[in-house]
């Protein structure tokens, strides 16, 4: 017997965690949830596989914690293994950014409140910074992950059929329409190869109806462009006192 390589551990483990274009999706979705963020933009290019970005305007990294902000088992979320017991946030374990960048090309865009500029991170296999320099952007972290499992091609296989990759963007799309619900206050958009999926608005700037089981303020707005005709569809919230669902109606 031999030991594996740390590298080919590296990769075999992040694999496991990573699976999947909407688990990327989901760990970056949560890294913002966890940042205070109340608008999250998320856009694919080839169903994900060339590029995933989720962009947030959350607390940003601080400076001092980016050169470990993408190392395996650095979290800011627990201190040791009792904190688990009040555990508010989504993640804790410290293993999202630094899987995604074994499977993936990573760079980072980040601004805290206290910063006087936003500074772009390029991370290599490992999660280390190779590079920095100041970027515009505001306050909120922009994560990028370009070349989805480069170096997994069994995995990439997996979605060489149209059906498979069309099947990953509902998942998606299934997974912001969730987050949406259960944060009402939450703006989510989600672009595929720059056409407009899903939009999840704020009940403070959209609109709402109630019924004994919804109040107002837990009401959602869901705004779907098809992909066909790029026309804009309104979604209008049809409550009622027996069902609560959302009923899409075309504005031509």
């Not at 979320?77 to 293993?95: A, P, Q, V, W």
């Not at 303020?217 to 979604?235: E, R, Y």
């Amino acid at each position: 017997m031999k030991q594996l390589p740390a590298a080919t551990v590296r990769l075999l483990s992040s694999s496991q965690i990573i699976t999947s274009v909407v688990s990327v999706v989901k760990e970056l979705i949560e890294n913002s949830l966890d940042a205070g963020a109340t608008s999250i933009d998320v856009k694919l290019e080839n169903f994900g596989f060339d590029k995933i970005e989720v962009r947030d305007n959350g607390e940003g990294i601080k400076a001092i914690d980016a050169p470990v902000m993408a190392i395996k088992y650095y979290t800011s979320k627990i201190n040791s293994h009792e904190d688990l017991e009040n555990l508010t946030t989504y993640g804790f374990r410290g293993e999202a950014l630094g899987s995604i960048c074994c499977v993936a090309e990573v760079s980072i865009i980040t601004r805290t409140a206290a910063d006087n500029f936003s500074t772009q991170y390029v991370l290599d296999g490992s999660g280390h910074i190779i590079s920095q320099k100041p970027s515009h952007l505001g306050q909120g972290t922009t994560v990028t992950a370009l070349k989805l499992f480069k170096n997994l091609p069994v995995r990439k296989q997996f979605y060489s059929t149209a059906k498979k990759c069309k099947d990953e963007i509902k998942k998606v799309q299934d997974l912001l329409i969730s987050y949406g619900i259960l944060k009402p206050d939450l703006r989510i958009v989600f672009v595929h190869n720059k056409v407009f999926i899903t939009v999840n608005l704020p009940i403070s700037t959209a609109f709402a109806a109630s019924c004994k089981f919804c109040p107002p303020v837990h009401s959602c707005v869901f705004f779907v462009v098809g992909s066909s005709s790029c026309g804009m569809w309104d979604a209008a919230s049809a409550w009622s006192d027996e069902q609560c669902h959302v009923r899409a109606q075309d504005s031509n």
